[in-house]
């Protein structure tokens, strides 16, 4: 029968043998596989050790296919004919050489002690108070976990050891499981279409992570983030940080950066559009003649504005190949070809907040009173659909201030006022909403949020 055999470090291996092989020739078939002794090999089957050597593989449920754990124990292992012995649940290893930070050394001597009586197991590389404890000790090793298994950091930063243990525990479970299942998968048969489409995704996910390794030994820079080229200049004798980007097409400037420089009064809105790129975004229209200073010279350039740009200025290729300048990389400076003139790109401290690098956008104001718009244009329609009068009501009309004779209490109407909303206004909203206080000061700030004007 076909056995796979795997063990903590993730060696794989395969074994054709007989159902009758005892397993004391099993673990010496191992031992040749591996090169570990096999008086120092435990083996696991569904989580349960294999103690008996004597015994067959078939006497202890051992079928075709079936995956085997192999654990290596470092130390003197129990005689194989000790039957007498009580089996301890979990294999004893006695790792008494190591030094637990924060624990005081184990003896060595402690290991057989402690797998006769009834004190604490020894700890093994493997366990996961060890695993705890090195990672608490290693700052490097903890901004690794944070970033790649942030529920196991996140159970370590608890300072819950059980918690800890237990999702540790439940992911090394996991992934034993999902391993077997793959290797039952493939044992099955190795020519089905499902089969060969894991094999396919096995390799391609080696060779991805094969790139990535190279990356990171030859190209380490490559997985950091370049600073976008900035420079300094002015428009209309106002300063601005204005970015470098020999990808656009025109010379772009931000509604808020036009009006601080003043040239608002002279877009052409005949000008206006939509402008195309990563995203669309509304063109106002264009300044057709501006000058921008950059270190003592000025050049001249059109501006199209934008009305949603985060962005101040951005100089595009009508404005760079007008004046024939030069990206000058090595130097880290724009040249002005037409006037022979260097200024340095800005560093990543002088950028502007949007352009750096641990910038999180927020949601400008206009954006957010758009969707609180939507919210109060929601819930009025919802309230209309409501309250609408069906066809034999259609020739009553109903007055707002006619229906507030004292159908709610004074204390709710005041409290709804203190808000900042007029009597009338509280009033209506209350009886659209049947009396229900929550509903109504919802509708009422709903109402209050407008689009400016």
């Given at each position: 029968?076909?056995?796979?055999?795997?063990?903590?470090?993730?060696?794989?291996?395969?074994?054709?043998?007989?159902?009758?092989?005892?397993?004391?020739?099993?673990?010496?078939?191992?031992?040749?596989?591996?090169?570990?002794?096999?008086?120092?090999?435990?083996?696991?089957?569904?989580?349960?050790?294999?103690?008996?050597?004597?015994?067959?593989?078939?006497?202890?449920?051992?079928?075709?296919?079936?995956?085997?754990?192999?654990?290596?124990?470092?130390?003197?292992?129990?005689?194989?004919?000790?039957?007498?012995?009580?089996?301890?649940?979990?294999?004893?290893?006695?790792?008494?050489?190591?030094?637990?930070?924060?624990?005081?050394?184990?003896q060595g001597a402690q290991g057989p002690s402690r797998a006769s009586g009834g004190g604490q197991r020894p700890l093994a590389p493997d366990d996961p108070e060890v695993i705890r404890q090195m990672l608490l000790g290693s700052p490097h090793e903890l901004s690794l976990l944070k970033e790649r298994?942030?529920?196991?950091?996140?159970?370590?930063?608890?300072?819950?050891?059980?918690?800890?243990?237990?999702?540790?525990?439940?992911?090394?479970?996991?992934?034993?499981?999902?391993?077997?299942?793959?290797?039952?998968l493939m044992n099955a048969d190795p020519f089905d279409p499902s089969v060969q489409s894991v094999i396919a995704e096995e390799i391609r996910m080696k060779n991805v992570e094969s790139n990535m390794e190279s990356a990171i030994e030859f190209a380490p820079e490559s997985f950091g983030q370049v600073?976008?080229?900035?420079?300094?200049?002015?428009?209309?004798?106002?300063?601005?940080?204005?970015?470098?980007?020999?990808?656009?097409?025109?010379?772009?400037?931000?509604?808020?950066?036009?009006?601080?420089?003043?040239?608002?009064?002279?877009?052409?809105?005949?000008?206006?559009?939509?402008?195309?790129?990563?995203?669309?975004?509304?063109?106002?229209?264009?300044?057709?003649?501006?000058?921008?200073?950059?270190?003592?010279?000025?050049?001249?350039?059109?501006?199209?504005?934008?009305?949603?740009?985060?962005?101040?200025?951005?100089?595009?290729?009508?404005?760079?190949?007008?004046?024939?300048?030069?990206?000058?990389?090595?130097?880290?400076?724009?040249?002005?070809?037409?006037?022979?003139?260097?200024?340095?790109?800005?560093?990543?401290?002088?950028?502007?907040?949007?352009?750096?690098?641990?910038?999180?956008?927020?949601?400008?104001?206009?954006?957010?009173?758009?969707?609180?718009?939507?919210?109060?244009?929601?819930?009025?329609?919802?309230?209309?659909?409501?309250?609408?009068?069906?066809?034999?009501?259609?020739?009553?009309?109903?007055?707002?201030?006619?229906?507030?004779?004292?159908?709610?209490?004074?204390?709710?109407?005041?409290?709804?006022?203190?808000?900042?909303?007029?009597?009338?206004?509280?009033?209506?909203?209350?009886?659209?909403?049947?009396?229900?206080?929550?509903?109504?000061?919802?509708?009422?700030?709903?109402?209050?949020?407008?689009?400016?004007?």
């Amino acid at each position: 029968m076909h056995i796979t055999v795997t063990t903590l470090s993730d060696q794989i291996f395969s074994l054709d043998v007989s159902e009758d092989l005892e397993l004391e020739n099993f673990k010496a078939l191992c031992e040749y596989e591996i090169g570990i002794s096999a008086s120092e090999i435990a083996i696991l089957w569904n989580g349960r050790p294999l103690h008996d050597d004597k015994r067959t593989l078939v006497s202890y449920g051992i079928k075709n296919g079936d995956m085997l754990l192999l654990q290596h124990m470092r130390g003197p292992s129990q005689a194989p004919n000790s039957p007498q012995q009580p089996a301890p649940a979990i294999p004893l290893i006695d790792f008494g050489s190591i030094n637990i930070p924060g624990q005081p050394q184990t003896q060595g001597a402690q290991g057989p002690s402690r797998a006769s009586g009834g004190g604490q197991r020894p700890l093994a590389p493997d366990d996961p108070e060890v695993i705890r404890q090195m990672l608490l000790g290693s700052p490097h090793e903890l901004s690794l976990l944070k970033e790649r298994n942030p529920p196991l950091a996140e159970a370590l930063l608890s300072g819950n050891k059980e918690k800890f243990i237990e999702v540790f525990n439940k992911q090394r479970k996991e992934k034993m499981e999902k391993e077997r299942e793959r290797i039952q998968l493939m044992n099955a048969d190795p020519f089905d279409p499902s089969v060969q489409s894991v094999i396919a995704e096995e390799i391609r996910m080696k060779n991805v992570e094969s790139n990535m390794e190279s990356a990171i030994e030859f190209a380490p820079e490559s997985f950091g983030q370049v600073v976008m080229l900035y420079i300094d200049c002015k428009v209309n004798g106002h300063h601005v940080k204005a970015f470098v980007d020999s990808g656009a097409q025109m010379t772009i400037m931000s509604q808020a950066c036009a009006e601080r420089c003043n040239i608002m009064r002279l877009v052409d809105q005949r000008w206006a559009g939509i402008a195309k790129g990563v995203g669309t975004q509304k063109i106002i229209g264009r300044v057709h003649l501006g000058q921008i200073q950059i270190g003592n010279d000025f050049l001249q350039s059109s501006f199209s504005i934008l009305e949603e740009q985060p962005m101040d200025m951005l100089l595009g290729l009508d404005m760079l190949k007008r004046h024939q300048c030069c990206i000058d990389l090595k130097k880290n400076v724009l040249i002005i070809g037409t006037t022979g003139t260097e200024t340095r790109f800005l560093s990543e401290s002088e950028l502007p907040d949007q352009a750096r690098l641990n910038f999180s956008q927020p949601m400008s104001p206009k954006s957010q009173m758009s969707e609180d718009a939507q919210l109060a244009e929601a819930l009025a329609k919802s309230q209309n659909d409501g309250t609408q009068p069906g066809p034999s009501s259609e020739n009553k009309t109903v007055n707002p201030s006619a229906s507030i004779k004292a159908d709610y209490p004074e204390e709710v109407i005041q409290r709804l006022m203190n808000n900042g909303f007029s009597r009338q206004e509280v009033i209506q909203e209350l009886a659209a909403a049947n009396g229900n206080v929550d509903q109504a000061l919802a509708a009422l700030f709903a109402k209050s949020f407008q689009l400016p004007k």
